[in-house]
C-alpha cells in the first residue's frame, strides 16, 4: 500500500510568508498613522474645551492672566501624551499650548484669544503651520 503524507510543501508555505510580508508593509504604516492621529485628537481636545473656559474666565475677572492657577482647576488635565502651559496670559491676550511627550514627543500645538490655531513644532519628517493644527505629515491641516 502507498500512503500519501499530507501537509504543505515549502512552495506552498514560502508564497504564504510572502503575502503575509507584503500585507504587512502596506498595513503598519498606516495604522502607525492612525495611532498618530488619535494621539494629537487628544490635544486638539484639550484646547478646544479650553477655550470657552478661557473666555468664561475674562468675563468673571477681565483678565486671562491667573486662569493656569492651581485652585481653579480650569486648565486641561496632563495625558500621557499632553502636558498643557498658559504660555501667555495677561489681561487682554492668552495663548495656551499643549506639548507632546511619549508616543506625540516634539508637537506643539496653541490656540490665543482669536481663536488662532498652530502647529509651532513637529517631529522632522512633518510639515508644521502656522495657521492650523497638523494631523498628517504632509502638513494636512484636522477639521
Known amino acids: 500500500m502507498n500512503k500519501r503524507q499530507a501537509g504543505f510543501t515549502l512552495i506552498e508555505i514560502m508564497i504564504a510568508v510572502v503575502v503575509i510580508g507584503i500585507l504587512t508593509a502596506i498595513a503598519l504604516p498606516s495604522y502607525n498613522g492612525y495611532m498618530m492621529r488619535a494621539r494629537l485628537s487628544e490635544a486638539f481636545t484639550g484646547l478646544a474645551a479650553a477655550q470657552p473656559r478661557l473666555e468664561q474666565h475674562w468675563s468673571n ?37 499643549a506639548t507632546g511627550r511619549a508616543g506625540a514627543a516634539n508637537f506643539v500645538f496653541t490656540i490665543d484669544q482669536n481663536g488662532n490655531r498652530a502647529t509651532t513644532s513637529v ?12 494631523d498628517r505629515k504632509e502638513g494636512t491641516c484636522a477639521q
Open 61 to 97: 475677572t477681565r483678565s486671562y492672566a491667573g486662569f493656569d492657577a492651581a485652585s481653579l482647576q480650569l486648565m486641561p488635565q496632563a495625558s500621557a501624551n499632553f502636558t498643557y502651559a498658559l504660555t501667555t496670559g495677561t489681561a487682554s491676550a492668552y495663548t495656551l499650548t
Open 123 to 134: 517631529p522632522s519628517g512633518w510639515n508644521a503651520s502656522n495657521n492650523c493644527w497638523v
